[in-house]
T-cell receptor, first 110, second 112 residues
Framework: QKEVEQNSGPLSVPEGAIASLNCTYS??????FFWYRQYSGKSPELIMF????GDKEDGRFTAQLNKASQYVSLLIRDSQPSDSATYLC??????????FGKGTTLSVSS | DAGITQSPRHKVTETGTPVTLRCHQT?????MYWYRQDPGHGLRLIHY???????DKGEVSDGYSVSRSKTEDFLLTLESATSSQTSVYFC???????????FGPGTRLLVL
């Protein structure tokens, strides 16, 4: 069973802190990795994707990928209350399938 | 929502009745997907389409069928709805299989 694992949380951080969200995956053949944000009652929206080992930065968000350890993370700098949401990690394996983790709920307190 | 609409947005139906959900896109993307999202399970792929009349099964396809007669429309049919199909259904699209998937607003389905 090919799996994507996330800690369900909730992860609670104060406003202005760095939030660190983690995701592990079981299939070594996985090729691309996505982070989506989902507000309660809304649809998932893409934050960023990463294909290569290392870091990728976009504004306050940084995705980190370590294929050897089968680990992908999302860092949110200067966390804001508006960042409070569920964050979904998704991993594309060879072929079509995009496998989603169950999500981590982030709560940013003001 | 990247030019994706879903209809209906909410539906209540009874066990044993057929139900059809519609996904419509204005992006002319080749790939379309149907997912269901349930507490404790996350998003799971039901069926996907890689072109007009070209579809394939996903992880949880039992009890569901799909059709795609036009590039812009992808229909999901519950042939005989069951209470276990109560869920939130999301349609997604992507231009190519390896590219980002964009999601529609979702349909909340309650089967009594």
């Amino acid at each position: 069973q090919k799996e994507v694992e996330q800690n369900s949380g909730p992860l609670s951080v104060p406003e202005g802190a760095i939030a660190s969200l983690n995701c592990t995956y079981s299939d070594r053949g996985s090729q691309s990795f996505f982070w989506y944000r989902q507000y309660s009652g809304k649809s998932p929206e893409l934050i960023m994707f990463i294909y290569s080992n290392g870091d990728k930065e976009d504004g306050r968000f940084t995705a980190q990928l370590n294929k050897a350890s089968q680990y992908v993370s999302l860092l949110i700098r200067d966390s804001q209350p508006s960042d409070s949401a569920t964050y979904l990690c998704a991993v594309r394996q060879a072929g079509t399938a995009l496998i989603f983790g169950k999500g981590t709920t982030l709560s940013v307190s003001s | 929502d990247a030019g994706i609409t879903q209809s209906p947005r909410h539906k209540v139906t009874e066990t044993g009745t057929p139900v059809t959900l519609r996904c419509h896109q204005t992006e002319n993307h080749r790939y379309m997907y149907w997912y269901r999202q349930d507490p404790g399970h996350g998003l799971r792929l039901i069926h996907y389409s890689y072109g007009v009349k070209d579809t394939d099964k996903g992880e949880v396809s039992d009890g569901y069928s799909v059709s795609r007669s036009k590039t812009e429309d992808f229909l999901l049919t519950l042939e005989s709805a069951t209470s276990s199909q109560t869920s939130v259904y999301f349609c997604a699209i992507s231009e190519q299989v390896q590219e980002t998937q964009y999601f529609g607003p979702g349909t909340r389905l309650l089967v009594l």
